[in-house]
T-cell receptor, first 112, second 114 residues
């Protein structure tokens, strides 16, 4: 059974203090891994898709990387507006599409 | 692109009542998904439509739950005889056909059972 574990559950950073969030997964053949950002009371907002080990994607202060067992979301010099829950999800293929298997997320708080 | 729209945003009801939620996907997105999210957890897949056909259902979708997408555009999710355990955020997502295009989520309907 596909499983996704995210750590830490919560992270407090000072503005400008870089850090990384971890997403470890157990799947029978990774087809894709997604990162989403979720603000309180809102739906998840798509950030990145990674497909194979060694792949990297960047967007502003965020950089996502992928190995055969885990993915990292690196946040460089974060700002208070980066405060949110970050969700990682792996692809589970269905006959005609795919569903996402999510981890429980990392709640990030960036203090000014 | 107006995004995925869900209505209502909040629903409070008494245990045993029926509730219905609506999802309007991004225009021309053939794929539509429903997920459920409880506090402190990630979303869990409920069901999937390709156009008007419901092609996948999770075992989480008990017989009290029914979903439709009659014309391949908007979708509804109905819960009959609601129970305390149904309290959650119900999220809708859509994506275009083909490959693994990202699923784009609406802001959900938060259901509270009294």
């Amino acid at each position: 059974e596909d499983q996704v574990t995210q750590s830490p559950e919560a992270l407090r950073l000072q503005e400008g203090e870089s850090s990384s969030l971890n997403c470890s997964y157990t799947v029978s053949g990774l087809r894709g891994l997604f990162w989403y950002r979720q603000d309180p009371g809102k739906g998840p907002e798509f950030l990145f898709t990674l497909y194979s080990a060694g792949e990297e994607k960047e967007k502003e202060r965020l950089k996502a990387t992928l190995t055969k067992k885990e993915s990292f979301l690196h946040i460089t010099a974060p700002k208070p507006e980066d405060s949110a829950t970050y969700l990682c999800a792996v692809v589970h293929l269905m006959d005609s599409s795919y569903k996402l298997i999510f981890g429980s997320g990392t709640r990030l708080l960036v203090r000014p | 692109d107006t995004g995925v729209s869900q209505d209502p945003r909040h629903k409070i009801t008494k245990r045993g009542q029926n509730v219905t939620f609506r999802c309007d996907p991004i225009s021309e997105h053939n794929r539509l998904y429903w997920y459920r999210q409880t506090l402190g957890q990630g979303p869990e897949f409920l069901t999937y439509f390709q156009n008007e056909a419901q092609l996948e259902k999770s075992r989480l979708l008990s017989d009290r739950f029914s979903a439709e997408r009659p014309k391949g555009s908007f979708s509804t999710l109905e819960i009959q005889r609601t129970e305390q355990g149904d309290s959650a955020m119900y999220l809708c997502a859509s994506s275009p056909l083909g490959g693994m295009e990202p699923q784009h989520f609406g802001d959900g309907t938060r259901l509270s059972i009294l």
